[in-house]
């Protein structure tokens, strides 16, 4: 029972649990960026979009997560192409 109680705080009080927080296979145009640093501005605007996203509804949390880390990137000169193939 106590396992259980912990799994059904764990999961409704943190809406990234069973959330990817990583957009599926999307591809971006990095502008020359090192690979260290694109993975630190990666790092940087997940967490901003997770600060952002907190206090979201869970059945949404995820989506405005999406759109907040798509808009971080871009804002630090990066170019969203798209969906990978």
């Known amino acids: 029972m106590r396992k259980f109680q912990l799994l059904f705080v764990l999961f409704f009080t943190n809406p990234t649990i069973g959330c990817s927080t990583q957009p599926e296979n999307l ?3 990095t502008n020359g960026l090192s690979q260290t ?3 630190k501005l ?3 605007c997940d967490y901003e979009a997770k600060k952002a996203t907190a206090s979201a509804p869970i059945n949404i ?3 405005r997560w999406k759109d907040i880390y798509i808009r971080c990137l871009e804002a630090h000169g990066t170019k969203l192409l798209g969906p990978q193939q």
């Open 37 to 39: 640093e694109w993975q």
């Open 61 to 63: 949390a995820h989506y």
């Open 42 to 44: 990666q790092d940087e």
């Open 27 to 29: 591809m971006f145009e």
